[in-house]
């Protein structure tokens, strides 16, 4: 308790000393939901945020009103989609945030989302493309492996598409694969990074053990290590029993993602989170957009590393992601392009 209070003070600290010359606008498109609550709370919090702002079909101003009374230096300014509201939430913002969108409930895949989320987030990003085409744009809403390639089409449509600045957020995948490979270890979270390639559902997320701090994890125990990764969304789904999916988890990974971001455009050099983004990676096998470690920079993605060296057993999860995340990949891009 101390020393949770202790982390509370010190952040209130920092962001009292935040300099105006680090001002960055954020906004928060579904900020009245489950994940946009307690996402835009932490931004709140963040000393590197010096504007907030967010959107919601309902509910943005009231969001916003609330965290406004929160004693740290930024603004916060809550718009409905009412008149110019959506274009002047996102006018001069550096980041914008993108969960909205519904969320899965039991016995539902990320993929039977696309028809209700594939139109919120294509205009979404139209208005986006429109108010602030060089903002980074990072897409949380499923299915993430579709929802990022539909971004990329309606910026393209638009002549804005920068690769470097579209990111698929897959943060909660590596948030998860260090906490659940800690539960099994009984060691601590924090110490312990594991690289997780591909997409954002079920097979597609690709956890790489053996490039963790225990490369000799095998057997019975690897094999439910991995399938927990790849399916932990299902275990908070059916938890909530159709009150929704992970949104406190996600606040967290979207918050460290966005704070990333900031780190990087504020001159930190070597900063570096895993996100689907456009990769060189599987392009020659027809798959254009890939989640692996990337070094962030002012403009966005500098660097796509390489996956570096695989186990047999990880080639093999790696091709039965290929297949899934390209056809995820294709019906996003097919989508934009029936329905522009
Ligand atoms: N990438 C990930 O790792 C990850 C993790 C968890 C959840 N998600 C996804 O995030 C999305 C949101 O989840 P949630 O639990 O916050 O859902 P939620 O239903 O609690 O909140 C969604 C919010 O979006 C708003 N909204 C709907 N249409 C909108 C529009 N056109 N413009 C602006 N706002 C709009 C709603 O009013 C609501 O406030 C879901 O698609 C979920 O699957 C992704
Ligand atoms: O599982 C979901 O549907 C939400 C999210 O993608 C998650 O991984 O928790």
Redesign the pocket.
């Known amino acids: 308790m101390f020393a949770a209070r202790q982390s509370f003070n010190l952040l209130q600290k920092r962001a009292f000393s935040a300099s105006a010359s680090q001002a960055s606008k954020v906004a928060v498109?579904?900020a009245?939901?489950?994940?946009?609550q307690p996402l835009s709370l932490l931004l709140k919090l963040n000393p590197r945020v010096s504007e907030l702002a967010l959107?919601?079909?309902?509910?943005g101003p009231g969001v916003a009103a609330d965290l406004s009374h929160i004693n740290t230096n930024s603004t916060v300014t809550g718009y409905n989609p009412d008149a110019a509201g959506l274009s002047d939430c996102l006018k001069d913002s550096e980041i914008i945030l993108i969960?909205?969108?519904?969320?899965?409930k039991p016995g539902m895949t990320?993929d039977d989302?696309f028809n209700t989320?594939a139109s919120?987030v294509r205009?979404?990003a139209k208005a986006a493309a429109d108010a602030a085409p060089k903002a980074h744009v990072l897409v949380?809403?499923?299915p993430?492996n579709s929802t990022v390639p539909i971004v990329a089409e309606v910026y393209k449509s638009k002549g804005v598409y920068d690769p470097k600045r579209l990111f698929g957020?897959?943060t909660?995948d590596v948030v998860r694969a260090s906490r659940f490979i800690s539960q099994v270890q009984k060691t601590d979270p924090a110490g312990e990074k594991v690289t997780v390639v591909g997409g954002?559902s079920g097979v597609t997320i690709v956890p790489l053990l053996s490039q963790s701090n225990h490369p000799s994890i095998s057997g019975e125990t690897r094999d439910a290590l991995v399938n927990r990764i790849q399916f932990g969304g299902d275990e908070v789904v059916k938890a909530k029993d159709g009150a929704?999916?992970?949104?406190l988890s996600?606040a967290m990974?979207g918050a460290r993602f966005a704070e990333s971001l900031l780190r990087a455009a504020q001159g930190e050099k070597g900063v570096t989170e895993p996100t689907f983004v456009e990769s060189p990676l599987y392009k020659d096998q027809g798959v254009d957009f890939f989640a692996s470690q990337v070094e962030l920079g002012p403009n966005g993605a500098e660097k796509i590393h390489p996956i570096g060296k695989v186990s047999e057993y990880e080639q093999g999860l790696i091709d039965k992601c290929l297949g899934e995340l390209k056809k995820n990949i294709q019906k996003g891009v097919d989508f934009v392009k029936s329905n522009p």
Request: charged content about 15%; hydrophobic content about 45%.
């Open positions: 498109l579904g009245a939901g489950g994940i946009g959107y919601d079909i309902r509910g969960p909205a969108g519904v969320p899965r990320r989302l989320n919120i205009d979404l949380i809403a499923n993430v957020v897959t909660l954002h929704g999916s992970a949104t996600m990974a």
